[in-house]
């Protein structure tokens, strides 16, 4: 899985590409420590290129939602595809992680 961050207006937008695996997670949970700025609570993931995840990349997206709720923060998600989408609703990961249509509106829902 490949991963690019940057920062817009105090938020951080990063976009995954790739399998969210059990390969893939460890790496990402890596990354993200090395590129994570204690004064941005809010990020952005936008998955639109991410067409499969695995109970790890759940693992580590929980990680990341607690890991920012911990410093008043606020995780959105953007762009999940549709078997993505499914396993959130399955694994009942869809009734506590914010996810929009739209990088847009995760902005919007980050902003507000």
């Given at each position: 899985?490949e991963?690019?961050i940057?920062?817009?207006d ?8 790739g ?5 893939a997670?460890?790496l990402?949970?890596a990354w993200f420590?090395?590129q994570?700025k204690?004064?941005i ?14 109970s ?14 911990g ?5 959105v ?8 989408q ?5 694994a ?8 929009c249509?739209?990088r847009?509106a ?6 507000g």
């Amino acid at each position: 899985m490949e991963q690019i961050i940057r920062y817009q207006d105090g938020v951080g937008v990063v976009a995954l590409s790739g399998r969210f695996d059990s390969g893939a997670a460890p790496l990402f949970d890596a990354w993200f420590a090395q590129q994570d700025k204690p004064e941005i609570n809010r990020y952005l993931l936008d998955l639109a290129e991410v067409p499969y995840i695995t109970s790890a990349g759940l693992r580590s997206l929980l990680k990341l939602l607690k890991l920012l709720e911990g410093r008043g923060g606020k995780l959105v998600l953007c762009c999940v595809v549709g078997p993505v989408q499914d396993l959130f609703k399955i694994a009942g990961f869809a009734g506590f992680l914010t996810i929009c249509e739209t990088r847009e509106a995760a902005l919007d829902a980050l902003a507000g």
